[in-house]
């Protein structure tokens, strides 16, 4: 058990029944008033948001997932298929996937995680490098301020902001917990 001010981003928590993942945690200590401890979750079983304010001494139960390493094989409607080392394979809703189906390629190495014996979601690694598949090309002398376009990355398609200077064929590094730009790859 844990108290509300010590649960970090990225914990999880179980809430009733369902557990929760936190996605941010924010401490508010104000003049007369107790603190607390405001959090945006997600639930992991059926992906519903939710932002709720707990005492900061409040306690809260913290579990820790199982996960294992596995390669992305394949589509199968409405299931999307990953295999481990042993050859096993793990299928995750489509609901589930998230913002991962933005970065999803074949052969790509990420984690599945597991909820008393359940796949219930895929993480991805932080960075992900990726062709710029189309871009507008940049307009000359527009370079007051941080100037950003839409570019399209390959394989999937999905558009990410990045600076004027990126052109087609370059290759990009994206944040995948943000989905945002990074840095251009040599």
Known sequence: ?????????????MMGKDPMVVLRAEYNKSGRNAAVVKMKLKNLLNNSGTETVFKADEK???LVLEKKEVTYSYFADPMYVFMDTEYNQFEVEADSMGDALNYLDDGMPCEVIFYNGRAI???LPTGLVREVEYTEPAVRGD???KVMKPAR?????????VPAFVEIGDKIEIDTRTGEYRNRVK
Do not use: D, L
């Not at 058990?1 to 928590?13: D, F, L, P, S, Y």
């Not at 990355?153 to 902001?161: A, I, L, Y």
């Open 121 to 123: 979601s895929v993480e």
């Open 1 to 13: 058990m844990k108290i509300a001010q010590e649960i970090r981003t990225g914990n999880v928590i």
């Open 60 to 62: 809260m139960e913290v």
């Open 153 to 161: 990355v390959k394989p999937t398609g999905f558009e990410v902001q």
């Open 143 to 145: 370079t007051s301020g």
